[in-house]
């Protein structure tokens, strides 16, 4: 119940309070020794420290419960885990780490039949690709997102794919695809906020 309070908390945007919230249960999962439940209480305390930008703090947070991911065999949670952590890497510049980690996380997630989490993590693979410099390969991996995607009823995921999708044209001066493309990213944003 506590994580869950701590995970309202971070939802809402009141990061302090979800770090205290998480932080407690964090503990006492410590104390209970069960090594699946203090990894998710790690993931779930970087995500606050991520958004509220302690990204060194995330990423430490999330390098112990990939640590025991690993060690429990953990597959789900490893795949998890490590989008998140490249995320991190992503947002603090470090793109090549980035799409290093979401490989590999990308791999542990198709292995284990998590297609939400494979179409998530290509959507952020993709946009790594094109900030690096190469909209070729981030279309060609946007485009297998967007297929997966189709089929899993999540219009905010399509609408960040789409969009994706567009930036990337837009680097190979396809404005006319490009426009389309953010046409229908706009439309599937609204029609998630109805």
């Known amino acids: 119940s506590l994580d869950d309070v701590g995970k309202v908390h971070w939802m809402r945007g009141a990061y302090d309070s979800a770090e205290r919230f998480m932080a407690q249960i964090l503990e006492i999962r410590r104390e209970l020794g069960d090594p699946r439940s203090i990894a998710l209480s790690l993931n779930n305390i970087g995500l606050v420290y991520h958004d509220s930008g302690r990204f060194t703090e995330a990423a430490r947070a999330w390098e112990e419960a990939l640590a025991i991911r690993r060690e429990i065999g953990d597959r789900p949670g490893l795949s998890q885990t490590l989008n998140n952590l490249a995320t991190t890497f992503q ?16 791999e542990v ?36 997102a967007e297929k997966m995607s189709s089929t899993l009823g999540d219009r905010i995921l399509e609408g960040e794919i789409l969009r994706g999708l567009a930036k990337a044209h837009m680097m190979i001066k396809d404005h006319t695809s490009a426009r ?4 229908r990213s706009i439309e599937l944003f609204e029609q998630a906020k109805g």
């Not at 039949?113 to 991996?141: C, H, K, W």
């Not at 389309?180 to 046409?183: F, I, K, Q, Y």
């Open 91 to 106: 947002d603090s510049g470090d793109h090549t780490r980035a799409a290093d980690l979401w490989t590999e996380a990308l």
């Open 180 to 183: 389309a493309l953010v046409e």
């Open 109 to 144: 997630s198709r292995q284990v039949g998590d297609r939400m989490r494979t179409a998530v993590i290509l959507t952020n693979l993709g946009e790594s690709f094109y900030r690096q410099g190469g909209p070729e390969r981030a279309i060609a991996v946007l485009r297998e």
